[in-house]
C-alpha cells in the first residue's frame, strides 16, 4: 500500500476510504413544491393558450352544410374564404334523410363574409385532403343567420380519372384509326407523294395538269409560239400608235386641220352675232308696224259696222222694191 505525497490529502484509491456526506438542502419540501406548482401553471397555461388561440373562448355562429357524401372532412378542417379560414368543422353527424350534416363553428368576427348568397364548396384533390371552401359573390347581399343550412358542392377530381382515361382510349383508337395503313390520311400522303414526284419530274407542273409529259411539252412549245405571236402583235400595235400618232398630232395631221377648223368656225360665229343684230333690228321695226297695224285693225270695226248697217238698208230697200215691182217672177198669191 503507497503512503501519500501529501499527508492532508486522503487516498481515495483505498478500498477502506470513507466520503464525506453531502449537506443537507435546506427547504426541500418547499422548493419541491414550488416546482410542481409552477409545472402545473405552466402546463395549465399552455392548455389555456393552445384553446384560446383555437377560438375556444370566442363567440361564434354555426352552419351546417348539408351533402349526400362527406368523404374527405374530417374534424378540425377549416372552412376558407380567399384562402383564408374563417370556419373549423366542430362535428359531422347522420341527417334522418341519409345525408350528412357537417356543423361547423365560424367566429362572428369572420361571419360577415358569409352571406345568403354564399356558396360552398367540398373540393377533394388526387394528393391532400379534402378542401372546403365557401365564395359570396355579392357581399352586399343579407348576412348569413346563425344556424343555418347549405347545400355543400362536391367536387372530386379522383371520380374524373376513370373519365380521362376513357377519353384518353378513345383518343388513342381515333388516332390509331387515323395513322392505319388504309386510312385517309395515309392515302392523302401517297397522293401528295405522287404530286411531288410529278413536280420534280422532266414536266414539272405542266406535267401534272396534263397528266402527260409529251403533251407538257407541246403545250410549252405552243406557249413560246403564241409569246412571240403576241411579242410580233404588240410591235405591230406600237407601229400603228405611232402612225396614228403623227396623223392625229403632226404637222399635217387631223388636230392641225381642225385647229384651222375651228379658227374659221370662230370668224362664221362672228359674222352670224353681226347677222343677228341685223335681224334684231328688222325685229324691232316690224314690231312697231305690228303695232301701227293693230291700231288700223282697232280702226277698222267700227268702219265694219257701218258698212254692215248700210247694206242691211240697201238690202232691205231691194226688198221693198221687189215687193212693190209689178212684174215680179213671184207674184205673191192672196187666198180669200
Do not use: C
Not at 378540425?76 to 361547423?104: C, K, N, W, Y
Not at 400608235?241 to 377648223?261: H, L, P, S
Not at 374659221?264 to 333690228?281: F, I
Amino acid at each position: 500500500m503507497s503512503t501519500p505525497s501529501n499527508p492532508d490529502q486522503t487516498d481515495i484509491t483505498a478500498p477502506d476510504a470513507v466520503l464525506p456526506a453531502p449537506p443537507p438542502v435546506r427547504h426541500a419540501e418547499l422548493k419541491a413544491a414550488i416546482l410542481l406548482v409552477s409545472m402545473f401553471v405552466l402546463i395549465a397555461g399552455s392548455v389555456l393558450y393552445l384553446m384560446y388561440a383555437r377560438g375556444v373562448f370566442e363567440a361564434t355562429q354555426t352552419l351546417v352544410l348539408a351533402t349526400d357524401d362527406s368523404d374527405g372532412v374530417v374534424v378540425g378542417a377549416d372552412l376558407t374564404f380567399s384562402g383564408f379560414p374563417i370556419g373549423r368543422v366542430q362535428r359531422i353527424e347522420l341527417a334522418p334523410t341519409g345525408r350528412a350534416r357537417v356543423i361547423i363553428d365560424v367566429p362572428k368576427k369572420d361571419a360577415h363574409w358569409l352571406r345568403t348568397s354564399s356558396i360552398f364548396t367540398l373540393e377533394r384533390g388526387i394528393v391532400g385532403g379534402a378542401k372546403l371552401r365557401a365564395y359570396s359573390g355579392i357581399l352586399t347581399d343579407p348576412p348569413l343567420p346563425d344556424d343555418a343550412t347549405r347545400d355543400l358542392l362536391v367536387g372530386d377530381m379522383a371520380a374524373e380519372i376513370p373519365r380521362l382515361l376513357a377519353a384518353a382510349k378513345d383518343l388513342l383508337a381515333n388516332l390509331g384509326n387515323l395513322t392505319g395503313s388504309d386510312s385517309a390520311l395515309d392515302t392523302t400522303m401517297r397522293n401528295v407523294q405522287t404530286v411531288t414526284g410529278k413536280l420534280s419530274g422532266p414536266g414539272g407542273a405542266m406535267g401534272l395538269l396534263t397528266g402527260d409529259d409529251k403533251q407538257s411539252a407541246l403545250l410549252i412549245e405552243r406557249a413560246n409560239a403564241l409569246l412571240v405571236t403576241a411579242d410580233q402583235l404588240a410591235r405591230r400595235t406600237d407601229g400603228l400608235v405611232n402612225n396614228a400618232d403623227q396623223r392625229v398630232f403632226g404637222a399635217q395631221g387631223v388636230m392641225t386641220d381642225a385647229q384651222a377648223t375651228v379658227v374659221q368656225l370662230n370668224a362664221l360665229l362672228a359674222d352670224t352675232r353681226n347677222s343677228l343684230k341685223k335681224v334684231d333690228a328688222v325685229l324691232v321695226e316690224a314690231q312697231a308696224v305690228g303695232a301701227n297695224a293693230r291700231a288700223a285693225t282697232a280702226d277698222l270695226g267700227p268702219l265694219r259696222a257701218d258698212v254692215e248697217s248700210n247694206l242691211r238698208k240697201v238690202e232691205q230697200l231691194v226688198n221693198e222694191i221687189n215687193r212693190k215691182w209689178p212684174f215680179k217672177r213671184n207674184p205673191e198669191i192672196t187666198l180669200p
